[in-house]
C-alpha cells in the first residue's frame, strides 16, 4: 500500500524520528520560482529526491519502505510512501506519519 502526506495540515511536533540528514548546499526548489533555470531545477529535483529517499530508507527501514514518489502540484507537494507495513509507518492515531511530514517540512522548508 500507499500512505499519502502532502504538505498541508499537520501540527509541528518535537519529531522522534531520526535526524535529517545535514544540510545541503543545493536546497530543494519549489515549482512556483520561475528565476531557477531548468537545469539547476531539475538537479534541485534529483538532491531533494536522492535525500528524501535515503531519509525514509533510514527511518523506514523495519517498516518495508519500498520507494517514495514526489508530486509536485500548484496548491501543495505530494510525498507518496509506498511501505508494507503501512500501519507502522502511519503510528497510532497517525502520529508517527505527522512526525514525519514535520522533520520533512522543517528540513526543506516547505510551508
Known sequence: GSSHFGSGRCQTRE????????PHPLPYIMASQAQISKKRKFVADGVFYAELNEFLMRTL???GY???EVRVTPIRTEIIIRATRTREVL???GRRIRELTAVVQK????P
Open 91 to 93: 503510528g497510532e492515531k
Open 107 to 110: 528540513r526543506y522548508g516547505f
Open 61 to 63: 527501514s523495519e517498516d
Open 15 to 22: 519529531s522522534t524520528a531520526k535526524e535529517a540528514p545535514p
Open 66 to 68: 519500498a520507494g517514495v
